[in-house]
């Protein structure tokens, strides 16, 4: 693998795989080409929706080698980050709109675990906004290890991509030049007309993980471990990475 494909990675989102079956889901995309498994985390508070908690995640954890990108999107995310850890998250992800008071401590916590850390904004939350200035601060610094970009309000899959998630992309490329960007949300592939791939454009912006949940795990490719959309988002998401070198 070159350089540059090694930069983009896709993952998958669990949000839309079969939950009677999610092993064998995992196993699926792994098989299929898959870097990272996307894991979101919901609690019904944060977000309506409650999902998966560390008791799937650990589970999970041992029909894979992929990395876990746990997705947390719960209120008081500080009081989760020992469970997840000691499930096995391998990235660890907070959002910015409930990590305002204790960045330090999360920060700390997460790094006696060796997890990398992950600090997200919700589509509709604006980083440039005075309450954000602290966490962007940290975010210049390198103390989170990678940003989550939403393109999509947090809490379901299949919603359509807002084009609002560009310029967040640009804005926090422009705090921080290498620091590893996720998009989640309206990811899609449409080759015939790039300009209109998510893929294409998230990665033409700036990001290099790219989450996936409705366009990957769809019923259609199961048979095939999901390599057709899998391969289709690399492709785009690497042409849209050469377009941003080019430039
Ligand atoms: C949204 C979740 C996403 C979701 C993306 O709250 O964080 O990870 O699964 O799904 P798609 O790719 O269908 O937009
Ligand atoms: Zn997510």
Redesign the pocket.
């Known amino acids: 693998m070159s350089d540059i494909e090694s930069r983009i990675k896709i993952a998958p989102?669990i949000?839309?795989a079969d939950f009677a079956n999610l092993g064998d889901e995992v196993q699926r995309v792994e098989r299929g080409g898959a870097d990272i498994i996307?894991y979101?985390v919901m609690d019904g508070h944060f977000?309506p929706m409650i999902t998966v908690g560390p008791l799937v995640l650990k589970r999970l954890k041992e029909l894979s080698r992929l990395p876990f990108s746990t997705?947390l999107?719960v209120k008081n995310p500080e009081r989760q980050i020992k469970t997840f850890c000691e499930a096995g998250a391998d990235y660890l992800t907070i959002h910015a709109e409930e990590a305002k008071g204790h960045l330090d401590e999360i920060i700390q916590e997460m790094d006696s675990f060796g997890v990398v850390k992950g600090i997200a904004f919700d589509l509709g939350t604006n980083p440039r906004d005075a309450r954000y200035h602290k966490i962007c601060e940290y975010i210049r610094d390198n103390k989170f290890d990678m940003v989550l970009i939403?393109a999509?309000k947090?809490?379901?899959?299949?919603?359509p991509f807002n084009e609002e998630a560009l310029k967040t992309i640009s804005y926090i490329r422009s705090l921080n030049p290498t620091i590893p960007i996720e998009l989640?949300?309206?990811?899609n592939y449409i080759p015939e007309i790039r300009e209109k791939s998510t893929a294409y454009l998230v990665a033409k912006a700036g990001a290099e993980i790219i989450?996936?949940?409705?366009?990957v795990f769809n019923p259609q490719f199961k048979q095939e471990d999901y390599q057709t959309p899998i391969q289709r988002i690399r492709a785009e998401a690497l042409s849209g990475y050469r377009a941003s070198r080019a430039r």
């Open positions: 989102s949000l839309s996307h979101d977000v997705h999107m939403l999509v947090a809490g379901a899959g299949g919603q989640d949300g309206g990811i989450v996936a949940g409705s366009k």
